[in-house]
């Protein structure tokens, strides 16, 4: 299975981004899906993760309340919407599936993307 994501960019403190991750090579709804990001000179650190039918959305606590995760299984995608950034959500950001965890932990995915830029700065 591949991973490709995108949407990232510059914004402003307070603006808004929707990152895509478009699946292929498989079939979507047999992974659970998860966001990570890794900052500079930092760790990889859990952003959000989603059911395979969309349901039990999980969310960093660092995020809560400000990003959403959705899926659309008939377009082979799933987004991350991110509101009211922060300077300290610039990183990259990457997509990741497993077929059988469902959890924060970054190791446990094996599927990856190749993750897309986002810059919050004024």
């Known amino acids: 299975v591949q991973l490709q994501a995108s949407g990232g960019g510059w914004v402003q403190p307070g603006g808004s981004l929707r990152l895509s991750c478009e699946v292929s090579?498989?079939?979507?709804?047999?992974?659970?899906m998860g966001w990570f990001r890794q900052g500079p000179g930092k760790e990889y650190e859990f952003v959000a993760a989603i059911g395979r039918f969309g349901t039990v959305p999980m969310l960093a606590e660092s995020v809560k309340g400000r990003f959403t995760i959705a899926r659309d299984n008939r377009k082979n995608t799933v987004y991350l919407q991110m509101n009211s950034l922060r300077f300290e959500d610039t990183a990259i950001y990457y997509c990741a599936a497993s077929e059988n965890y469902y959890g924060m932990g970054s190791r446990r995915y094996p599927y990856w993307g190749q993750g897309t830029q986002v810059t919050v700065s004024s």
């Open positions: 090579g498989g079939t979507i709804s047999d992974y659970y």
